[in-house]
């Protein structure tokens, strides 16, 4: 008989969750989430003293948080990083990225570069280097941050597209081979989401007009807004789960 359903399939109660790129903006609220879901979060970057920040933040919500020293720019650094922990990640949240508007025929090689190995270099060195441990471990969870130019051109944005269309790609390929490892990999698309990143647009009125005009719900997201979508993937509920992406975008892509 099959068991009755429970929501403790939700919690990540003992769970270890490594977020890159999670000092600030959406990598800071999927960490303070998660922790509240029950994990225990390492918080990533390059700066020890905002780690430390952020985990301290995190600790006076009650929460469980160490902070590690990472540069997903620095692949040879991983293994190394990784052994410093206690234990291994259960979870890892590929988040660390950066984006650079620019007209597409005036992007030079140094840009090219720079967005494709923090966002797509990175991310896939960092799943593998979690992979192994995780296979070693019984299996565990990662999930890319995707983005809607995965799926849809952004003047400007060719560097930053090419890197979240290819994250998507990655994903359904590390799904497939992964998961006789038992390691699940999926993907979440955050829509229109004020970061430090992209903090220049909404300062212009008449775009968040008009971008506000194509979102069915008829508004920005809310970093929170995240949370659940990573917390699911990243726990029991989602055991069949792999090899999909989760748009969070107020319903932009079906109205498109």
Request: hydrophobic content about 45%; charged content about 15%.
């Amino acid at each position: 008989m099959t068991s009755p359903f429970s929501l403790q399939r939700f919690s990540l109660q003992g769970r270890r969750v490594l977020i890159t790129g999670s000092s600030r903006g959406i990598g800071q609220a999927l960490a303070t989430g998660m922790a509240q879901a029950g994990a225990g979060v390492i918080v990533s970057g390059r700066d020890i003293t905002t780690l430390n920040t952020v985990c301290a933040q995190i600790r006076q919500q009650g929460g469980d948080a160490t902070p590690l020293v990472l540069d997903v720019t620095q692949p040879a650094t991983f293994a190394d990083a990784f052994a410093s922990l206690s234990a291994p990640p259960d979870v890892l949240v590929n988040n660390a990225g950066t984006e650079q508007l620019c007209p597409s025929m005036d992007v030079d090689e140094a840009l090219w570069d720079s967005i494709l190995t923090t966002n797509l270099k990175g991310a896939f060195f960092c799943a593998q280097a979690a992979a192994r441990l995780m296979a070693e471990n019984g299996g565990g969870s990662i999930l890319n941050l995707c983005s809607l130019t995965s799926q849809v051109g952004v003047p400007g944005a060719a560097a930053y597209g090419a890197s979240k269309s290819a994250m998507v790609g990655l994903t359904h390929t590390l799904a497939t081979e992964w998961a006789a490892k038992n390691i699940r990999v999926n993907g979440i698309g955050p829509g229109y989401f004020k970061t430090a990143l992209t903090a220049e647009f909404y300062d212009n009125a008449d775009w968040c007009q008009q971008m506000q005009a194509k979102i069915p719900l008829g508004r920005f997201g809310e970093l929170d807004d995240l949370i659940g979508a990573a917390v699911f993937l990243s726990s029991s509920a989602a055991a069949y789960i792999t090899g999909q992406v989760l748009y969070v975008d107020g319903g932009y892509l079906a109205g498109i």
